[in-house]
């Protein structure tokens, strides 16, 4: 079971082939416009699959999209006020829980040091469903351990030492043995898209730990596949169970 999760950085009708090469069961797809709207802009790779999406604007949301004999459902009670974290019951050959994150990490006059986040508070709106089976948490969490404040309850690894606490753990640092918060990897070229400028890793798949040890196979996206040549300002993560 293949599973892709990727910042898209819009115009996904335009990148579908690119993201298909990744040969995804599941994918993950931050800031994608809604299936209706790459249908009708001509997007026929991604037509006929099992989607989900959430978000305000039609054009810019967070997508899940299924292959393979693979099926989505959204699991209720949903909670569409956490933006954007989307709760999703996966059916087929490997049925599991999968919570899509492009994680909005701030809001309108409330200081980061009080907010908890959209994030960490889904981890108590849908521990009922974290809890009833296998769950895989993954997307564009926009969140590092670097930023992190003494004291905040924004902090990445709040949210870290949560899922530790129930058996869950980063596929990326189980495969790289690399600190939280020294990761040698970027998934995002920030602002101006160049290898040499600001860079950070932002990007994430939790998974249960008695999956990270049936890890098949791990990949982070290259500069040049990704971003160098104008696709996105992130890179997938890929990650084979």
Not at 177 to 196: F, L, M, V
Request: proline share 7%.
């Amino acid at each position: 079971m293949r599973l892709v999760f990727w910042n898209c950085n819009m115009a996904l009708h335009r990148k579908s082939e690119a993201l298909l090469s990744e040969r995804p069961d599941i994918a993950v797809i931050s800031e994608c416009a809604h299936p209706e709207i790459l249908a009708k802009r001509g997007d026929t790779a991604l037509s006929g699959c099992s989607a989900l999406w959430m978000g305000t604007n039609p054009n810019k949301g967070l997508g899940v999209f299924a292959f393979n004999g693979y099926t989505v459902t959204r699991f209720e009670p949903f909670y569409p006020t956490l933006r954007f974290i989307l709760p999703v019951r996966v059916d087929g050959p490997r049925p599991f829980n999968l919570i899509a994150v492009w994680a909005q990490n701030a809001s309108a006059g409330v200081t980061r040091k009080h907010q908890s986040g959209p994030l960490r508070r889904a981890f108590s709106k849908y521990r009922q469903f974290i809890n009833s089976g296998p769950t895989v948490i993954g997307g564009d969490w926009n969140s590092n351990k670097i930023w992190d404040k003494p004291g905040w309850r924004i902090n990445h690894m709040a949210k870290v030492d949560i899922l530790d606490g129930i058996g869950i753990g980063s596929a990326y640092h189980a495969v790289t043995g690399e600190p939280q918060g020294e990761e040698k990897t970027p998934t995002h070229y920030w602002r101006d898209r160049r290898i040499d400028g600001p860079t950070y890793h932002i990007d994430f798949v939790f998974a249960p730990n008695a999956w990270l040890e049936e890890i098949k196979a791990f990949s982070v996206g290259t500069f040049d596949d990704w971003v160098g040549n104008g696709l996105s300002d992130h890179v997938p993560i890929t990650v084979e169970f």
